[in-house]
């Protein structure tokens, strides 16, 4: 039990600096879209600080970075599926399937 | 009443049958919401012209809400790092926090409607206001869902705790996968509908 405590201990520390991380990205995210870059930087370090921010998120308060294989596994397919879902626009504007 | 593998985990699939359930779940709602991005980029591209979000959006206000949100994850955690720690009352005061933060998302919200509509800003306006409607107002719903799933476990759902804390520490975990999901999501639509 006390070696359990000591363990929780260390994860409380830890979510402590993701919780400083996470509010610098915020503050970073905000100050970045004030400097008016061009649209297609300006969309990639906002999606780049994002992803960062939910990477954060998922490791170490959805406890990601200890998780069983099954659970990788169930979000291997959800990735699959998410990348075609956000692929649709492309092919939507390519229109691959009416040329 | 004892579920299989509630408490314990299952030997085959390493974890237990709730946690399962709910990274199922997880990626059910990871196809809604990515369903509506896909939305939004098709709008976007699709658009003549495109407002950049700070124009007809309060950026401060969602900016207050993003630290509000991230702030109750980390109640969250705490609420569960307690009840692996035994302690109920400090679980009792962080999920209690965790509520508490998730009201104030709301009620910030609600300013920020109501501004809109004060300034007869519809969804039928424009399409950014239509897809700005559809996807803050479908995560207000999940923050709304979270917090009656999170009041429960901080009232009667406590119970369990009596009975067999181990599986409450499981179901207080699952919650939290919900109530994270949520906040990751919010991660996401700051940037897209308020600084791009």
């Known amino acids: 039990m006390d070696e359990h405590a000591l363990d929780i201990k260390k994860h409380v520390r830890i979510y402590i600096t993701v919780f400083v991380a996470l509010l610098a990205l915020t503050l970073i995210t905000v100050a970045v879209s004030y400097l008016h870059l061009p649209k297609v930087p300006a969309i990639a370090l906002a999606l780049l600080i994002a992803t960062v921010k939910g990477s954060l998120v998922a490791c170490y308060f959805m406890h990601l970075i200890s998780e069983r294989k099954l659970i990788f596994i169930v979000l291997i397919f959800t990735g699959i599926f998410f990348t075609g879902l956000l692929l649709l626009p492309y092919f939507t504007e390519m229109d691959v399937v009416g040329r | ?196």
């Not at chain 2, 591209?45 to 991230?70: F, S, Y």
């Not at chain 2, 206001?129 to 996807?135: K, Q, S, V």
Request: charge should be positive; proline fraction near 4%.
């Open chain 2, 1 to 196: 009443m004892q579920l299989p593998y509630a408490a314990t985990a299952r030997p085959d699939t390493g974890v237990t049958n709730g946690k399962l359930g709910t990274w199922l779940f997880l990626a059910s709602e990871v196809m809604l919401f990515g369903a509506l991005f896909a939305t939004y980029i098709i709008l976007r591209v699709g658009a003549t012209h495109w407002p950049h979000g700070a124009e007809l959006l309060n950026v401060p206000l969602a900016t207050i809400n993003t630290a509000v949100l991230i702030t109750s994850s980390v109640t969250m955690v705490m609420a569960w790092a307690s009840c692996a720690q035994r302690s109920l009352g400090r679980f009792r005061l962080y999920m209690g926090l965790t509520i508490l933060l998730g009201a104030v998302f709301l009620v910030i919200k609600y300013f920020e409607y109501a501004a809109k509509i004060h300034h007869h800003l519809y969804p039928r306006t424009n399409t950014f206001l239509a897809i700005y409607f559809t996807l803050t107002g479908l995560h207000a719903f999940h923050v709304f869902g979270g917090m009656v799933l999170n009041a429960y476990f901080w009232g009667p759902g406590v119970r369990l705790w009596r009975e067999n804390p181990e599986w409450f520490t499981h179901r207080v975990e699952h919650a939290g996968l919900f109530w994270h999901f949520v906040d990751l999501v919010w991660i996401f639509l700051f940037p897209t509908l308020y600084l791009l």
